[in-house]
């Protein structure tokens, strides 16, 4: 049985995923040579990492809604979870290799000798989900894990709480071994923190579809941006899955008038996720170094240009017939 779509009334969430894309590139576009602050202001930097938490919600709560009223036997369940994993996985690995340049360029800069070098891109992929200058594709990494994980525990109303209340806790572990340097701890940290990091957000998300009917929604995301602003400010854990949880709802309450622009601003969205960093390393590498630019100038420069390629990348593979398969690279 197939699934069903639902994805009608949720032009709120295309226009939030588009501007968070944008969060993202304001993460990542930070670098040591920049005249002035290196960091943002602490209330945009609190809203720029509420942009990946974000994501992880949303995705989780389509997931419980293509599930939502239909019965799909245990072990097509399990196939579909495990197909989008498997689909996850080969989106991945496209990307590591679009970003292989990049590091090949690093390390010959850098001199690392050829197996050091082998060695430290394994490592990266396999306990960060990314190598260099590809941080952004940890996010379909870790969504691939859970996916898997998923599959095998299905998604039953109380296995969805265990599995959050696991998610939890790893994420308070791997907290206390960044934060605290308990040392102990670093082998859980390397082995889940990019594998499951994501966990507990996509469950938020399953989560919040499934109970959303028995909450005041906007009460409820005020209630999660003050904490999470506060939790933030004290740097404790967690304050990234309640902000992106706040956000997410929000995005829900916007509710345009669906139109075909919706779709274009959903796939942009993810070309200017994964091709970001692309022009964040071109930019920090053969531009910072030259020129005296503000964190500000950089972003800008970043945002135009990753928009402007992303634009470019996304009409060619709806409008050109031979570059139809690029649509492989983000679905």
Not at 81 to 98: P, Q, S, V
Not at 154 to 175: D, E, Q, R, W, Y
Not at 176 to 196: E, P, R
């Amino acid at each position: 049985m197939m699934l069903v779509s639902k994805n009608s009334d949720l032009t709120g969430l295309d226009i939030v995923k588009f501007l968070m894309a944008f969060a993202v590139i304001a993460i990542h576009c930070r670098h040591e040579g920049l005249v002035g602050a290196s960091e943002w202001p602490l209330g945009i930097e609190w809203i720029v990492k509420m942009a990946v938490p974000f994501f992880f919600i949303a995705s989780g709560s389509l997931l419980a809604r293509r599930f939502d009223g239909v019965d799909i036997p245990t072990d097509e369940q399990r196939n579909v979870l495990r197909r989008r994993a498997l689909t996850l996985f080969r989106i991945f690995g496209f990307w590591l290799l679009i970003y292989l340049p990049i590091a090949i360029y690093v390390y010959v800069g850098d001199g690392t000798i050829w197996w050091k070098a082998v060695a430290g891109y394994v490592y990266k992929v396999l306990t960060g989900g990314h190598s260099l200058w590809a941080w952004q594709l940890w996010f379909i990494y870790s969504m691939a894990f859970v996916f898997l994980l998923y599959s095998i525990t299905l998604l039953s109303k109380h296995t969805v709480i265990a599995l959050f209340v696991f998610f939890i806790m790893l994420s308070f572990i791997n907290s206390a071994f960044v934060q605290y340097g308990i040392q102990s701890l670093k082998w859980v940290y390397v082995l889940t923190h990019s594998t499951l990091g994501g966990g507990e957000c996509l469950t938020a998300g399953i989560l919040f579809y499934r109970f959303q009917k028995q909450i005041n929604r906007l009460f409820i995301a005020l209630i999660l941006s003050m904490a999470s602003f506060i939790l933030y400010v004290y740097e404790l854990p967690i304050f990234a899955l309640l902000g992106g949880l706040s956000l997410f709802i929000l995005a829900l309450h916007i509710n345009p008038v669906t139109k075909p622009v919706f779709l274009t601003l959903r796939r942009l969205s993810m070309w200017i996720y994964y091709l970001h960093m692309i022009i964040v390393f071109f930019i920090v590498t053969f531009v910072v170094p030259r020129f005296s630019l503000t964190l500000f100038e950089v972003f800008i420069i970043d945002a135009i240009l990753t928009f402007i390629v992303a634009y470019f990348v996304d009409y060619c593979q709806i409008h050109v017939k031979c570059l139809a398969p690029l649509s492989l690279l983000i679905k």
